[in-house]
């Protein structure tokens, strides 16, 4: 128990490294970024595909759907921008 809390700890560090500052609504967003819910799932993570009234997002790490599922979610969700590589931070 005490190992996977510490893993948790560890990813949400690596995860909010990667994150800005400021929360940004989703039809902020261009298509191909990638985005953070960093509450949900202890950070899930979605690339948005498209954004008009609704945003269809995929999802890439959420554990209760496979891999790569388009969803439709709301355009005024509000999310952290997030950068797959440090490269990007540019």
Known sequence: MGNQRFLNKLNA???MTKI???RVRLSTL???????????YGGLIGTLIECSIN???K???HPEKP???KEVISSNSEVFR???NNNNNK
Request: avoid cysteine; charged fraction near 25%.
């Open 13 to 15: 560090w690596n995860i």
């Open 20 to 22: 800005g500052k400021k």
């Open 30 to 40: 261009e298509a191909g970024d990638y985005f953070i819910f960093p509450n949900l």
């Open 55 to 57: 945003a269809t997002v």
């Open 59 to 61: 999802w890439v790490n």
């Open 67 to 69: 891999k790569g599922k």
């Open 82 to 84: 997030y950068h797959e």
